[in-house]
Each structure stands twice: as structure tokens, then as C-alpha cells.
């Protein structure tokens, strides 16, 4: 039996590619997204995988979205925790909304969307939990004060949760991806991203939302299971942490 993959924020960017590549490796796969139908409706005919709206920063809408995967597909043994928004801004100008906004979606979203699985999981002596973080959370980024917290807070989760079900069979791992060529860099205004983030990559390009998904692939398999609590960095060596 295939194992079910469910990937938050899965219809669009990052997730969409990292959806794709699960299913093209032969998981069952379930894509989340958050409120984006017209997105959502087209990459499901596209592929063909399955999407449901949930908000992953509530946790009633998680338990019953994740509820409503695990009936129709069964079990969710693969989680990758990709869900995320930004709403950049100079913390001496921030406002509470911007903050919270990414706080909620963010990092909230590692209890509301783990916590309905992560019993399934360790009772089954199986699970893979990926997170999406980013280079800014390891080293920070002007403009993403609340970001860069979020981002940096999930490594921490990922290294309790770790911990705590490495006797279980469950691995917790985070991808920290760098600048990749997708809608949420290219928000980024253009001249800010030629004149100050491309020249610090030295590979000398934008990534690709298909390197991330390799990565995905790679800690997702049954013989990644001695990986736990560990962070890769895809970024073209734009910083080496
Ligand atoms: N790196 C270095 N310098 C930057 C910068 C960056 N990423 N962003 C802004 N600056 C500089 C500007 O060039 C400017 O410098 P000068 O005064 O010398 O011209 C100064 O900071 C102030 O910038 P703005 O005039 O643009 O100020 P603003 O208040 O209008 O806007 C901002 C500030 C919201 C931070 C805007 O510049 C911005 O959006 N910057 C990009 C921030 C960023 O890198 N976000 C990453 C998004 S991608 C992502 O999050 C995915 C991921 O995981 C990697």
C-alpha cells in the first residue's frame, strides 16, 4: 500500500512541487491549501491529487481536514509542514496584524497540523515529518522580524519533536531553502532582488521549487530513518550554517 503524504500549502510554489514529487515516487498524496480555489482547482485537474481548504493556522480546521484525508486515504505517515506566507516589512513599521499573520501561519501551524498525527504515527512505529523553514530563519533577514522568528522557532520544534518520538520511528527534519524562484520571491521588489539578494548566492542563480522537493523525497523515505532533528540547507551556498 502506498503511504499517504500530506503536504500543507501543497497546491502552489514549494508545495506544489514537492506534491508532485511524492506522487510521481508513488505516495498517495493529499494537498492542503488555504484559500486559493482557482490555484487549487488547477493543479488538481493538472495532477489529479487531491486538495482540501483548511486555514493551518486553526486548529479546529486542521483536526477536521486532517480527519476528513485520513477517511478517505487512510493514515497520514508522511507530513511535510510547507504551509507559509510572509508580509515583509521593517519591524519599526510593522504592525501587530503583519506579525501575528506570519506568527499563526507560520509556527502556529507545526502544532495545529502535527498534533492531529502525531499519535497515528507513533502507535504505527512509522512517520516522516518534514518542515519547511528558510535561510532567513538561520540567519535572520531585515525586513522579516517576524519571518525570521518563525522560521527560526520551527527549527526548534523540529529538534524537541525529534527527541521525543526518535523511539518511535518517527523522524522530524527541516529543509531551510534559500532564494527560489517562486510567487513569494518574486514579491520581493526587483531591484531589491538584484542589487542585494542575488549577488550573495554563489551559485548565481535562483533556485528551483524542484530542488526543494528532491530534499523532500529524500527524508521522506523508509530508509531515511536515521535522520532526525537534522536541518538542510538548500541554498546555493548562500549561507553555510
Ligand atoms: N537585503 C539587503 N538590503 C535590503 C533588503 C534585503 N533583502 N531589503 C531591503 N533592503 C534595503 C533596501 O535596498 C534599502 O536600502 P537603501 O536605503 O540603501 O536603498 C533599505 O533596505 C530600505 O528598503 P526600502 O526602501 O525598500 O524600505 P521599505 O520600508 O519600503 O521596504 C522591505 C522594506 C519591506 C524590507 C522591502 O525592501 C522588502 O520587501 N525587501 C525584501 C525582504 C526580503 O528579502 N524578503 C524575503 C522574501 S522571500 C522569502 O521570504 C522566501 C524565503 O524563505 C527565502
Not at 497546491?11 to 514537492?18: H, K, L, N, V, Y
Not at 525529534?162 to 518511535?168: F, T, V
Not at 513569494?184 to 533556485?207: C, F, N, Q, T
Request: aromatic share 6%.
Amino acid at each position: 500500500m502506498a503511504r499517504v503524504a500530506l503536504v500543507t500549502g501543497g497546491t502552489r510554489g514549494i508545495g506544489e512541487a514537492i506534491s508532485i514529487a511524492l506522487m510521481r515516487a508513488g505516495y498517495k498524496v493529499a494537498a492542503n491549501y488555504g484559500g486559493n480555489d482557482e490555484a487549487a482547482n488547477k493543479f488538481k485537474d493538472e495532477t489529479g491529487i487531491p486538495v482540501y481548504k483548511f486555514d493551518v493556522s486553526d486548529p479546529a480546521g486542521c483536526e477536521a481536514g486532517i480527519r476528513a484525508i485520513e477517511s478517505e486515504h487512510g493514515p497520514v505517515e508522511i507530513l511535510v509542514n510547507n504551509a507559509g506566507i510572509t508580509r515583509d516589512g521593517m519591524f519599526h513599521k510593522m504592525t501587530f496584524d503583519q506579525w501575528s499573520a506570519v506568527i499563526r501561519t507560520n509556527l502556529d501551524s507545526m502544532f495545529t497540523c502535527t498534533r492531529p498525527v502525531i499519535d497515528g504515527m507513533r502507535s504505527r512505529n512509522f512517520g516522516r515529518i518534514i518542515i519547511i523553514s528558510s535561510i532567513n530563519g538561520q540567519k535572520g533577514q531585515m525586513g522579516q522580524a517576524n519571518y525570521s522568528a518563525a522560521k527560526a522557532g520551527v527549527i526548534g520544534f523540529a529538534k524537541a519533536l525529534a527527541q521525543e518520538n526518535a523511539n518511535k520511528g518517527v523522524t522530524v527534519n527541516v529543509i531551510a531553502p534559500g532564494y527560489i524562484g517562486t510567487e513569494m520571491v518574486r514579491a520581493v521588489p526587483e531591484e531589491v532582488l538584484k542589487s542585494k539578494i542575488l549577488p550573495l548566492i554563489p551559485v548565481g542563480r535562483l533556485g528551483e521549487a524542484e530542488e526543494i522537493a528532491r530534499s523532500v523525497l529524500f527524508l521522506a523515505g523508509d530508509d531515511a530513518g536515521f535522520i532526525t532533528g537534522s536541518t538542510l540547507s538548500v541554498n546555493g551556498g548562500q549561507y553555510m550554517a
